[in-house]
């Protein structure tokens, strides 16, 4: 299963313009979420990887908390309702693409596409994980799944914190009383024979509307420990405790107790 991005344009520069990334390639871009832009997009992704179709599509980054939109993002989702978002709908129908959908930390443009399209799967970063659910659970969840529309959870460890790191999310500002969740929620793990980075993994697969999560990973060993994790047989104490003291919530699904 093969999927990518849309709502930048790469050209060649002699240097790369500052980004968080690290040795990023000699490429600028710019935002670009018309139908010309998308399916430019699209194709030369086709060429670069050797294919003849694409998996699923994402609309990336249409979101207040892109620092480079800011409040400006809803001018770009103007756009995509215009272009991306009819264009990708043409090109799944083509069959040049199976799915799309889209690919952001908040929920707003993914409630809003659902006024106006129909994707087939979203990928909701930061949103639903072992420490921060409530919002996506009571909300957008429910949402997507009466349009039968799939999500795919991202970071579902907010970005290495439930693992044991001291950065929260991408912003690495760690909320008020995070801490002390963590440490709480860690102990419990402890006492039940379990840590809380396989809890956490489980946790976010445990809704039916979740068809994957992707943690990332910095090398083999971190992939091979993450499905390690998926294995483990978690004690239903272990979860059941953890709602006594309302560290998740009552009406979140659980995985398969033991």
Same mark, same amino acid.
């Given at each position: 299963?093969?999927?990518?991005?849309?709502?930048?344009?790469?050209?060649?520069?002699?240097?790369?313009?500052?980004?968080?990334?690290?040795?990023?390639?000699?490429?600028?871009?710019?935002?670009?979420?018309?139908?010309?832009?998308?399916?430019?997009?699209?194709?030369?992704?086709?060429?670069?990887?050797?294919?003849?179709?694409?998996?699923?599509?994402?609309?990336?980054?249409?979101?207040?908390?892109?620092?480079?939109?800011?409040?400006?993002?809803?001018?770009?989702?103007?756009?995509?309702?215009?272009?991306?978002?009819?264009?990708?709908? @043409?090109? /799944? =129908?083509?069959?040049?693409?199976? #799915?799309?959908?889209? !690919?952001?930390?908040?929920?707003? $443009? *993914? &409630?809003?596409?659902?006024?106006?399209?129909?994707?087939?799967?979203?990928?909701?970063?930061?949103?639903?994980?072992?420490?921060?659910?409530?919002?996506?659970?009571?909300?957008?969840?429910?949402?997507?799944?009466?349009?039968?529309?799939?999500?795919?959870?991202?970071?579902?460890?907010?970005?290495?914190?439930?693992?044991?790191?001291?950065?929260?999310?991408?912003?690495?500002?760690?909320?008020?009383?995070?801490? @002390?969740? /963590? =440490?709480?929620?860690?102990?419990? #793990?402890?006492?039940? !024979?379990?840590?809380?980075?396989? $809890? *956490? &993994?489980?946790?976010?697969?445990?809704?039916?509307?979740?068809?994957?999560?992707?943690?990332?990973?910095?090398?083999?060993?971190?992939?091979?420990?993450?499905?390690?994790?998926?294995?483990?047989?978690?004690?239903?104490?272990?979860?059941?405790?953890?709602?006594?003291?309302?560290?998740?919530?009552?009406?979140?699904?659980?995985?398969?107790?033991?």
């Amino acid at each position: 299963m093969l999927s990518t991005k849309v709502g930048r344009l790469l050209s060649a520069a002699p240097k790369p313009p500052a980004t968080m990334w690290h040795d990023p390639s000699p490429f600028a871009y710019r935002y670009d979420y018309t139908a010309e832009g998308v399916r430019r997009s699209v194709e030369d992704s086709l060429q670069r990887l050797g294919l003849s179709r694409i998996d699923i599509v994402y609309i990336h980054d249409l979101s207040p908390e892109n620092r480079d939109m800011g409040d400006h993002w809803t001018t770009y989702f103007d756009q995509a309702t215009k272009g991306a978002i009819p264009e990708l709908t @043409r090109m /799944r =129908e083509e069959g040049t693409i199976k #799915a799309w959908g889209l !690919g952001i930390n908040t929920p707003q $443009a *993914a &409630l809003r596409t659902l006024e106006i399209g129909d994707p087939d799967i979203v990928l909701l970063a930061t949103q639903y994980s072992i420490l921060h659910h409530d919002e996506a659970l009571e909300q957008t969840l429910p949402a997507l799944a009466r349009r039968g529309v799939s999500v795919v959870v991202g970071a579902p460890l907010n970005a290495g914190y439930a693992a044991g790191r001291d950065r929260y999310d991408y912003q690495g500002t760690i909320p008020p009383g995070m801490a @002390r969740k /963590r =440490e709480r929620m860690s102990v419990i #793990a402890q006492r039940h !024979g379990v840590d809380l980075r396989t $809890a *956490a &993994l489980q946790f976010a697969t445990a809704n039916p509307t979740v068809a994957a999560v992707i943690p990332g990973a910095r090398n083999a060993a971190q992939v091979q420990a993450n499905a390690r994790s998926m294995e483990v047989a978690i004690p239903a104490a272990f979860w059941s405790e953890l709602k006594q003291k309302k560290l998740i919530a009552q009406a979140a699904p659980i995985p398969s107790q033991i």
